[in-house]
C-alpha cells in the first residue's frame, strides 16, 4: 500500500462496514466491498456497543454461530455476488473449538475472520490478568493463526503499535488500528486520535498490506488526522 | 480472634434479613468461628461446601466457568449474559438445595437492564441477597474509566446494592479500593468483601499483586476504616495470595476480619489437585499391582493380622515396616501413645515370621510381676522366656523395667548378635533364638524412657505408631471399620466425618471405637449424624478424667506453639522449622489447641 494511497479519497479503500445482518450489496456491483458480520451488534444500544460487546451481557460467538446455523438451515447458498463477509469472533473465547467454528463457517460460505470484540481493549492490571489467565492478546493472536492455518483470511485488529506489530509477525496483512471505546471527553478522544495517528505512522513503512482506521461513530474532528492518515476506514453500517 | 469480634448492635436487628442476623449472630462475641462464604457454580460444589460448614454461597458465574474448565477471569468475557447464565444454572442445581442463605451474583453491565429490574428479579426467584459481581472492580485503566463514564460501572453497582437493601435482601459489596469501599460503606451493605484480585495458586494461577503480608496489612487498615464507620458491617476477605485456610487465618487474624469467601480455593484447586491424584491413583493401581502384587499381599496379610485399619501414608509406612521385619530376628521397638493397636501388632509378628516357638508377653510394671526372673529364669529348673526356643517375648511398658535389667536385656541383645542363628546360646544355659519386642509408650517429649544403650540396641527395629490426630486421614476408615463390626450396616453422614476429623482423639482408637459404639447406638436412622457424633464426643470428654493431665500439658504446649508462632510472625513453615517439627504436625498441635481458629 503506497503512502500516496491515502492522499487522494479516490484511491482510499471503501468503508469496510461492521454490519449485524448478512445483507450483500445487489448483484451486478463490481467486487463489492468485504463486512464484517456481527450479528449480536443490534442487541446493543449504539452508544455503547464498543465497551459493552467485551463485556458479558451477550455471546458474542454464539450469536455468530446461531445466525450462521440458521441462515444455513433456511436459505439457499449465498450468490456469489454479495459482498465478502468476514466474520465477527470473540478470540479468547476459552469454549472455542476451532473445528466447530472452521466447519460451520466454510459451510456459510465465509472465509475470512477478525478479531472483534478485542480483549485488547482492557488494559492496566486487568489486562495482565487476562493474560495470565491465558485468555489475553497473546491467545487472541494465536486464534487468529490457526484460522491464518485452515486457510482463512484474517483481518485484525490492534490497539496499539505493539498489539500491531504482534498480529504483523503472525503474517497477518489486513489491520485495523482501534482507538478503543471512545469517551465523553472530548479531551480523551483527541489523545486517541493522536495515538492512532502515531500508530499508522509507525506501522505504515512496515505492513505490507492496507492500514485502516476504526472509527466509532461518537469520534469527531479530533480524528480527522487519523483518517487522513489511514489507508480506509471501518465503522458500523 | 472471637475476643476481638466487633460486638453487633441489635439496634437495626428488625430491618435485618433473619439469614443475615443468623450470620451476624455466628460472629457475636462467644463464637470464634469465622464466618465463611462459598463462591460457586455448580450445584455438587454448592452442597460440598454447606456439608463443610459454608455460611451462606454466592451464586457466581465465575464458579460456572471455573467447573467448565475456565478460568474465574471468563467470568467477565461477552461468552453470554451473565445475569440469565447464574440465575438458569443457580434455580436448578443450588436454590432450595441448600440450607443455607444463596446470593447472586449480579451484571449491571447490561444497559438494556436497569439496577431495579435486576432487584425486582432476585426477589421474585427466592434468593435471600445479592452481590455485585461480575464487577467494574476487576476493571481499571482506561477501560474502567470509560466504564464510569458510561454509567455502567461501579456507581450503577453500588445503586442496585442500595435497592437490594430495601427490597429486604441481604447485600454483600465487593470492593477492591478504597473509594470502592468507601461507596459500599455509604450504600450502608450488610457485608463488604475486600478482594485481592483473581486467585493465585493451581493450573490456573493468576499472576499476583499482592502477598500474603500486604494483603494482610491492607485488609487491616481499610477494616478499621469500615468499622470507625460501619461497625455493624461484616468484613471479608477473598482472593489474590489466600489459598490455603492458613493464609486465611493469617490474614483474617491481622484484619480483624469476619470471614472468607472462597471460590478457586473451595473448587478449583482441590478439584484439580483430588482428581488428578484420584486418577493416578487409579492408574497406578493397575500398574503397581502388576509389579508388586506378591509385596501387595504380604502388606494386605500384615495388616490383616495386625489388626491395623487405615489409609494414611504412615500405615503404610507400618506395615511395610513391619512386613520387612517380620522375617528376620531383628529385636524391635515399638513406640506409641496408649491405645494405637500397638500390642496387637506386636503379637502379629509371631505369626507373619511363622516361628515355631511360643508368643509370650510380659507386662512390665504390673503388680505381682518379676520380670527379671521371667525372662532370664530364677535359678531353678524354671527356664526363662529368653532361653526359649524359637520364642517371641513381647514386653509391655518396657520404660518401666528397672534400669540394670535394661542393662541386662541390652547386653543378652549384645552377645545375640555377635551369635550366628546356628550357634547354641550359652547365656543362660540353654539355646535359643528367642525374638524380643519392646513396647514403649512415647511421652511428651518423643523419649521412651529405654536407657541409651538399650535404644541403640534396638535402633534398627523402632517402629513408631504415630497417634491418631497426626493422621486424621485414618479416621474415616477406623469409624468404617468400627461400623462394619458392629454389624447394623449404618453409615456415617458428612458433617459426621467432619467432626470426627476435626476432634484431636488424646485417647486415640478405643476412644474412637467408644464415640462410633455410642452414636451408633444414639441413631435412629441408618445415618450416624454430626448431632449423634456431637453429642458422643462431648460425654467422652466429659466422662474421662484422663484428660485433664493431657489438658494441662496442652496448655503448657500450647503457649509454647504460640510464643514461636509469634516469634515467626504466624508463618507456618518458619514455625515449623524453628520448633524443629513438620509442618503438619505444626498444623496439627495448631488445630488441637485450637490456634486455628
Not at chain 1, 500516496?4 to 445487489?26: S, T, V, W, Y
Not at chain 1, 491465558?134 to 483481518?155: D, P, W, Y
Not at chain 2, 513406640?335 to 511363622?354: I, K, N, Q, V
Request: glycine content about 8%; hydrophobic content about 40%.
Amino acid at each position: 500500500m503506497s503512502n500516496a494511497l491515502h492522499e487522494n479519497a479516490q484511491d482510499r479503500l471503501p468503508d469496510l462496514l461492521i454490519l449485524a445482518g448478512r445483507a450483500g450489496p445487489a448483484c451486478g456491483d463490481d467486487s463489492p466491498p468485504p463486512q464484517i458480520f456481527a450479528p449480536w451488534l443490534d442487541r446493543l444500544p449504539a452508544a455503547q456497543r464498543d465497551l459493552v460487546s467485551i463485556l458479558p451481557v451477550l455471546d458474542i460467538n454464539g450469536a455468530l454461530f446461531d445466525a450462521l446455523g440458521s441462515a444455513s438451515e433456511t436459505t439457499a447458498p449465498r450468490e456469489t455476488c454479495a459482498a465478502p463477509q468476514i466474520a465477527a469472533l470473540l478470540c479468547v473465547d476459552p469454549f472455542l473449538r476451532l473445528r466447530d467454528a472452521t466447519r460451520l463457517l466454510k459451510s456459510a460460505g465465509i472465509s475470512a475472520v477478525t478479531n472483534f470484540p478485542t480483549v485488547q481493549l482492557v488494559d492496566g492490571t486487568a489486562a495482565r490478568g487476562f493474560e495470565s489467565a491465558g485468555l489475553g492478546v497473546e491467545r487472541e493472536a494465536e486464534i487468529l493463526r490457526q484460522f491464518m492455518l485452515e486457510g482463512f483470511s484474517v483481518t485484525g485488529f490492534a490497539t496499539s503499535t505493539e498489539n500491531a506489530q504482534r498480529l504483523l509477525a503472525l503474517g497477518i496483512r489486513d489491520l485495523v488500528i482501534h482507538p478503543g471505546p471512545p469517551s465523553s471527553d472530548w479531551r480523551n478522544r483527541a489523545t486517541a486520535g493522536q495515538k492512532a495517528v502515531a500508530a499508522l505512522s509507525t506501522l505504515r513503512s512496515r505492513a505490507p498490506g492496507p492500514l485502516r482506521l476504526f472509527c466509532p461513530e461518537a469520534y469527531g474532528h479530533e480524528f480527522d488526522a487519523a483518517r487522513a492518515a489511514a489507508d480506509g476506514l471501518v465503522r458500523y453500517g | 480472634m472471637a475476643e476481638n469480634a466487633t460486638p453487633r448492635t441489635g439496634a437495626t436487628a428488625q430491618a435485618q434479613p433473619a439469614a443475615l442476623q443468623e450470620l451476624l449472630r455466628k460472629r457475636s462475641p462467644g463464637n470464634a468461628s469465622l464466618l465463611v462464604g462459598g463462591a460457586i457454580g455448580v450445584g455438587m460444589t454448592a452442597e460440598a461446601a454447606v456439608r463443610g460448614g459454608a455460611d451462606f454461597l454466592l451464586a457466581l458465574n465465575a464458579g460456572r466457568f471455573r467447573v467448565m474448565g475456565a478460568a474465574s477471569l471468563a467470568a467477565l468475557l461477552p461468552l453470554n449474559n451473565s445475569n440469565q447464565f447464574t440465575d438458569t444454572f443457580a434455580r436448578r442445581e443450588i436454590l432450595d438445595r441448600v440450607d443455607v442463605p444463596v446470593l447472586f451474583g449480579a451484571c449491571c453491565f447490561d444497559p438494556a437492564t436497569s439496577p431495579e429490574q435486576i432487584v425486582a428479579q432476585v426477589c421474585e426467584t427466592g434468593y435471600q441477597g445479592i452481590t455485585n459481581f461480575p464487577s467494574a472492580i476487576h476493571f481499571d485503566g482506561q477501560f474502567r474509566h470509560r466504564l464510569e463514564e458510561a454509567g455502567l460501572g461501579f456507581a450503577r453497582e453500588a445503586r442496585m446494592l442500595a435497592l437490594a437493601r430495601e427490597a429486604g435482601l441481604m447485600t454483600f459489596g465487593y470492593a477492591k479500593t478504597r473509594a470502592e469501599i468507601a461507596q459500599l460503606i455509604a450504600t450502608k451493605v450488610d457485608m463488604i468483601c475486600l478482594n485481592f484480585g483473581w486467585n493465585a495458586g493451581g493450573v490456573q494461577a493468576v499472576a499476583q499483586s499482592f502477598t500474603i503480608a500486604e494483603a494482610a496489612d491492607r485488609a487491616r487498615r481499610i477494616f478499621v476504616q469500615v468499622r470507625s464507620k460501619a461497625p455493624d458491617m461484616l468484613c471479608f476477605v477473598e482472593g489474590g495470595p489466600i489459598i490455603s485456610p492458613d493464609d486465611m487465618f493469617r490474614v483474617c487474624d491481622e484484619a480483624r476480619a469476619d470471614g472468607y469467601v472462597g471460590g478457586s480455593t473451595l473448587d478449583r484447586m482441590p478439584l484439580e489437585m483430588s482428581v488428578t491424584e484420584r486418577t493416578s491413583a487409579f492408574k497406578a493401581f493397575g500398574l503397581l499391582k502388576q509389579a508388586n502384587t506378591v509385596q501387595s499381599r504380604e502388606l494386605a496379610r500384615t495388616a490383616r493380622i495386625g489388626g491395623v485399619v487405615g489409609q494414611s501414608e504412615f500405615v503404610i509406612a507400618v506395615l511395610e515396616q513391619i512386613t520387612r521385619l517380620a522375617p528376620s530376628r531383628i529385636p524391635v521397638l515399638i513406640c506409641g501413645e496408649a491405645g494405637l493397636g500397638r500390642t496387637t501388632l506386636a503379637r502379629a509378628l509371631h505369626p507373619l515370621s511363622r516361628r515355631e516357638g511360643p508368643l509370650l508377653t510380659l507386662r512390665a510394671g504390673s503388680p505381682g510381676t518379676h520380670p527379671e526372673a521371667t525372662l532370664f529364669g530364677d535359678g531353678t529348673r524354671r527356664q526363662g522366656y529368653l532361653a526359649r526356643p524359637g520364642s517371641t517375648v513381647v514386653i509391655e511398658n518396657a520404660e518401666t523395667l528397672p534400669p540394670e535389667l535394661q542393662r541386662r536385656l541390652a547386653d543378652w541383645l549384645e552377645e545375640d548378635a555377635q551369635m550366628s542363628d546356628d550357634t547354641p546360646r550359652s547365656a543362660t544355659g540353654a539355646a535359643t533364638n528367642a525374638r524380643l519386642i519392646l513396647i514403649c509408650t512415647t511421652g511428651m517429649d518423643a523419649t521412651n524412657g529405654l536407657i541409651p544403650a538399650l535404644t541403640r540396641r534396638m535402633q534398627a527395629g523402632r517402629v513408631e505408631i504415630p497417634p491418631l490426630r497426626e493422621r486424621p486421614e485414618d479416621v474415616p476408615a477406623l469409624a468404617r471399620h468400627r461400623l462394619a463390626i458392629l454389624g447394623h450396616g449404618q453409615q456415617i453422614s458428612a458433617d459426621g466425618y467432619r467432626l470426627l476429623l476435626a476432634y484431636p482423639w488424646p485417647g486415640n482408637i478405643p476412644e474412637l471405637r467408644a464415640v462410633i459404639d455410642r452414636a451408633a447406638l444414639d441413631a435412629e436412622h441408618m445415618t450416624i449424624g454430626s448431632a449423634q457424633i456431637s453429642a458422643a464426643i462431648g460425654q467422652r470428654s466429659a466422662a474421662e478424667p484422663d484428660m485433664s493431665e493431657s489438658t494441662r500439658q496442652s496448655v503448657t504446649e500450647r503457649d509454647w506453639l504460640l510464643d514461636a508462632l509469634r516469634k515467626n510472625r504466624f508463618r507456618r513453615g518458619d514455625t515449623a522449622a524453628y520448633l524443629g517439627i513438620s509442618r503438619k504436625t505444626l498444623y496439627n498441635k495448631m488445630h488441637r489447641f485450637g490456634l486455628l481458629e
